[in-house]
């Protein structure tokens, strides 16, 4: 069974940073591809930042291309979200996924697993 847990979210200013963990149960980050979405109210969920199962194959959305960065930690077998110069538009709920094909893709719904998310919110 895959079971995936968030955490990290808060408050934090314009301008700061966060980092977000998911940790990862009955799946090795090494071998399937993890990834990054959010979901802002109103609006439906969207890709962030993914990494496949070659530690340099990987992606962002172009709005936050430059100030985050996706990570794994293979002996935790945990990836990690690296959020710098956050911006009030980036305020949502972050959610890790996972899928069996090792290749990122955008879209959600190609994704097979999902944590239950973690909140951000970027305000002065």
């Known amino acids: 069974q895959v079971h995936l847990v968030e955490s990290g979210g808060g408050l934090v200013q314009p301008g700061g940073s966060l980092r977000l963990s998911c940790a990862v149960f009955?799946?090795?980050?090494?071998?399937?591809?993890m990834g990054w979405f959010r979901q802002a109210p109103g609006t439906d969920r969207a890709f962030v930042a993914g990494?496949?199962?070659?530690?340099?194959?990987?992606q962002y959305d172009d709005s936050v291309k430059g100030r985050f960065s996706i990570t794994r930690d293979i002996g935790k077998n945990t990836v990690y979200l690296q959020m710098r110069n956050l911006k009030p538009e980036d305020t949502a709920i972050y959610f890790c996924?996972?899928?069996?094909?090792?290749?990122?893709?955008?879209?959600?719904?190609?994704?097979?697993?999902w944590g239950q998310g973690t909140h951000v919110t970027v305000s002065s």
């Open positions: 996924a996972t899928r069996a094909n090792g290749v990122v893709t955008m879209a959600p719904s190609t994704w097979d697993y």
């Open positions: 990494l496949g199962w070659n530690v340099d194959s990987t």
């Open positions: 009955g799946r090795t980050v090494t071998e399937y591809a």
